[in-house]
């Protein structure tokens, strides 16, 4: 189960409730167990986390002089400088995610978070008509406007994305920890190979947060192996097997031994970087009827950064909307 889908899985009885005394979860990081708990229950064990990151080309930054932007202020001021010095008019700034699919729903959160507000408040109700939401998507909106974000963008899944940094067209690029290992591939495949690094997200009004990522294993109501699927989970959850398949693919792990392993940090120096984004990322909205939630948030964003609505007028009938889907 992607992270989202704990609340629903979980209150439509789909999934079963791992018994404490078989799935303990104190190796894990709390982030990770938090997203597999629905009402203090545990309905699935954490496999791979995931935290946003920001990928920037390191050789352009030192070639000017720059250091990783904390802001999109900074990251516009430093895409300024570069751009005009390389007279590369390919070279973009900066893109995330914002085809209109569940990655829109992570970029407008981090937007939100990044600019100091929420989606939906500790006290689980709706809280997305606010200036600081407003300025969140309103920045996103300006930056397709003004070229900062390119056109294509509004297409955009990770793999295009991925795609656009490893051919050397954008500056700096908002994506997961998997991006890390194909990036550096010396196969051809990627121009930008030992040229770029990674940093935390920059935010908008203050420090940016990633909306929490990941995968849980859980077993089905209807299972007819449920024994076989219990020895499948532990199995996973052995630091020796976490280690195996970060080392495999640079996702990251929900062990949190796995980030101090010595050849884990040695092949992947960005774990400690990974490993703050997952710990103070947030949760997108835990909603029984998710689908139906991030679907009104994709709606009101991609609709926004299109110039078809204005982000207030998008997030006062998003607010209207949520309100109604989140009980």
């Known amino acids: ?150 056109k294509a963008a509004i297409t955009w899944q990770e793999e295009q994305g991925r795609k656009a940094f490893q051919d050397g067209k954008l500056i700096f690029h908002r994506n997961w920890g998997y991006v890390y290992n194909l990036a550096n591939k010396t196969d051809g495949s990627s121009k930008v190979a030992g040229k770029f690094d990674v940093a935390p997200l920059p935010g908008i009004t203050q420090p940016g947060v990633s909306s929490l990522g990941g995968h849980n294993y859980a077993i089905a109501k209807y299972a007819e192996n449920k024994g076989t699927a219990v020895d499948f989970l532990k199995f996973n959850a052995l630091p020796e097997n976490q280690k195996s398949n970060t080392l495999a693919t640079s996702n990251s792990p929900t062990v949190t031994s796995v980030y101090s392993d010595p050849d884990v940090v040695k092949k992947f120096p960005f774990m400690p970087t990974q490993l703050k984004s997952i710990e103070t990322a947030k949760p997108r909205p835990k909603a029984v009827e998710y689908g139906d939630v991030t679907l009104a948030i994709q709606d009101a964003a991609y609709g926004a950064l299109q110039g078809q609505t204005q982000p207030d007028a998008a997030l006062q009938a998003l607010q209207a909307k949520l309100q109604t889907l989140i009980k």
């Open 1 to 150: 189960m992607d992270v989202v889908w704990t609340a629903e899985f979980a209150a439509k009885g789909q999934v079963e409730a791992l018994p404490p005394d078989q799935f303990p979860t104190d190796s894990f990081l709390k982030a990770t167990v938090d997203s597999a708990t629905y009402f203090n229950k545990l309905y699935g064990y954490p496999y791979t986390s995931d935290g946003g990151l920001l990928y920037y080309r390191k050789d352009l930054l030192d070639k000017y002089g720059l250091k990783p932007p904390t802001s999109f202020d900074e990251m516009k001021a430093a895409c300024d400088k570069i751009t005009a010095g390389e007279k590369d008019s390919a070279l973009g700034c900066f893109a995330g995610q914002y085809n209109k699919y569940e990655g829109l729903t992570v970029n407008f959160d981090e937007a939100v978070h990044g600019a100091g507000g929420v989606i939906v408040g500790e006290d689980g109700k709706p809280n997305v008509a606010t200036p600081e939401a407003t300025k969140g998507l309103q920045t996103l909106t300006d930056w397709f406007k003004d070229g900062h974000i390119p």
